[in-house]
C-alpha cells in the first residue's frame, strides 16, 4: 500500500495546479494572458500556500510521518509540489486558445518594437 507522505501529497497537489491552470477553460484563458512573472508569483504563492498547508497538517498529526517535522520537511514538501507542477505543465499541451492568446501577445510585442524604431 502506498503510504501518502506529505512530499507525495504536495506532489499531487501541485501537479492539480497545473492541471487547473492548463484546462479549466475560464481560468487557463484569463492565466495566460497576464505576464510571466506574474504568472510565475501566482504560481509559486499558491504552491507555497499549499506545501505550508502540507506541512502544518503533518505537523499537528493529521497527515502520519514516521520522521520529524522540521523546517527542512518544508523545504522538501515545497520542492515536490514545484517539481510535479512544472513536470506537468511542460508535457500537458497547451489548448488552442491559450496557443492564440500567446500569439496575440507576441504579435503585440513585435509590433511594440517596430513603433519604437
Do not use: C, H
Amino acid at each position: 500500500m502506498t503510504e501518502f507522505t506529505p512530499e507525495l501529497i504536495a506532489g499531487i497537489v501541485g501537479a492539480a495546479l497545473s492541471w487547473l491552470f492548463s484546462w479549466f477553460p475560464i481560468l487557463r484563458e484569463k492565466f495566460a494572458a497576464l505576464k510571466e512573472e506574474v504568472k510565475s508569483l501566482i504560481m509559486l504563492a499558491l504552491l507555497a500556500i499549499a506545501s505550508v498547508t502540507v506541512y502544518l497538517l503533518a505537523l499537528y498529526g493529521v497527515i502520519d510521518t514516521g520522521e520529524p517535522i522540521t523546517i527542512w520537511k518544508l523545504i522538501t514538501v515545497f520542492f515536490a509540489a514545484t517539481t510535479l507542477n512544472q513536470v506537468i505543465f511542460t508535457i500537458t499541451p497547451q489548448a488552442k486558445s491559450v496557443k492564440n492568446i500567446k500569439n496575440e501577445k507576441m504579435l503585440s510585442k513585435i509590433n511594440e518594437i517596430k513603433n519604437t524604431k
